[in-house]
């Protein structure tokens, strides 16, 4: 089988494509990816990289085609800009750049944008070929959430475009059971199948990497967040957990990563005095399961909002697979999730104290009571999120949709 994985997002970014094109590859498909210019998370171009001309390089042995786009900037404008130019560029040079490339399937890795589905529906008319998309945001719920779009003319608007794109692709594979309905309700007669996230097996088989010394981690009972630093995940509830527990002084906040609102955190912190708090930075992702190692629980915060109680963060998966006690302050899915592991607790989303006062009853229990939950999480992950498992399936799904003679939806 010849698979074209499709994805705004690919190597050197940190995304789970990667492990599952190369997992892909392992296991017999011929796997190509056509995807932009790498500038994730900081929205400005890596290094040997230019927004403008088509470039061929491999990963892993993974040919990879390379189309223009712009960055994604710092600013809704250029974001959007950053999404349209995708759109346009995998409309005009993805046919050339894989015109003498025979195509079994085409695989849409879609985090936000949705919108990087249209070349793909465009490619799979020409090549004949099916196209499965791997809904990782819900559209239009995101841009609202997030509040890059508050205007409900726009929202319906792409509410028509999401409800396009669904109805002619091949299959739609959902990375949570709470995206089902809303993703049935626009995609009229479209196969629908759950197919959650796995995680790069460096969380599952660490190394000896020694993570660097970070201030707050590894002394006293310690909290940590690990990934972006951003509005969905609405970190404020960090910094009001932080200074109800100030007085607390064995107890450490450590907020891994970067974000739009990290530098919103440290001004909070610097304002409130709260040396509780410790927002060392980004460190690469080999680092993250010895960093976690290293925590006391492990923390996960989504907004109060109706999109996220859908959603299941990635991030659920690595910390089951590295074993240590999970907080969910989150509602709906991913809560569900933790709870139904036995791998930690939940608390409502944006609130607090609530937050405080679950990270006290976590403080207050026996290590071997906390080891316990850990322990409960690994297993979980290994029963439903093991990577091999899932990307056996995934093969299942395309060679099966391979197969069916769609193509021409």
């Not at 944008?113 to 719920?141: H, N, R, S, T």
């Not at 091949?170 to 049935?184: C, N, Y």
């Not at 955190?265 to 399961?289: C, I, K, S, W, Y």
Request: charged residues 20%; proline residues 6%.
């Amino acid at each position: 089988m010849k698979a074209l994985i499709i994805s705004q997002y690919f190597w050197p970014e940190i995304f789970s494509i990667n492990e599952v094109a190369t997992t892909l590859l392992n296991k017999g498909v011929e796997v190509e990816v056509l995807t932009g210019k790498p500038n994730y998370p900081k929205g400005v171009k890596f290094s040997g990289y230019k927004s403008w001309g088509c470039q061929r390089e491999e990963y892993r042995g993974i040919p990879v085609n390379r189309i223009p786009m712009l960055a994604r900037g710092k600013n809704a404008l250029s974001l959007t800009a950053n999404y349209l130019s995708f759109v346009l560029s995998g409309l005009l040079f993805a046919p050339w750049m894989v015109r003498e490339k025979k195509i079994d399937v085409i695989l849409v890795y879609a985090p936000s944008p949705i919108l990087q589905a249209i070349p793909a529906i465009f490619l799979g008319k020409i090549k004949g070929c099916p196209v499965v998309l791997w809904v990782q945001d819900l559209w239009p719920e995101s841009l609202s959430a997030t509040g890059y779009v508050r205007n409900r003319i726009a929202i319906d608007m792409v509410r028509q475009i999401v409800r396009f794109i669904y109805r002619h692709v091949d299959l739609l594979l959902v990375q949570s059971r709470g995206f089902e309905e809303p993703v049935r309700a626009l995609a009229s007669s479209t196969p629908i199948v759950y197919y959650p996230n796995s995680v790069d097996s460096v969380f599952t088989n660490p190394g000896q990497v020694e993570p660097p010394a970070v201030s707050g981690l590894g002394e006293g009972f310690s909290v940590m967040f690990a990934g972006n630093i951003g509005t969905a995940q609405a970190v404020n509830v960090i910094v009001e957990a932080a200074l109800f527990l100030k007085e607390h002084t064995d107890i450490h906040f450590v907020v891994l990563g970067d974000g739009s609102c990290r530098q919103e955190m440290q001004d909070a912190a610097q304002h409130q005095g709260l040396t509780n708090l410790h927002l060392p930075g980004r460190f690469p992702v080999e680092t993250m399961p010895a960093f976690m190692r290293k925590a006391s629980v492990l923390l996960v915060t989504l907004a109060a909002q109706p999109i996220f109680a859908a959603t299941v963060p990635n991030k659920i998966q690595a910390y089951l697979a590295a074993g240590r006690p999970i907080i969910a302050c989150l509602n709906g899915e991913g809560a569900r999730l933790v709870i139904e592991a036995g791998a930690g607790l939940a608390t409502p989303a944006e609130d607090g104290k609530a937050l405080a006062e679950t990270i006290l009853r976590l403080y207050r229990l026996s290590p071997d009571e906390r080891s316990k939950m850990g322990e409960n999480g690994r297993r979980y992950y290994q029963e439903h999120f093991d990577h091999d498992h899932l990307v056996d399936k995934l093969i299942e799904h395309l060679q099966t949709i391979s197969q069916s003679g769609k193509g021409n939806k």
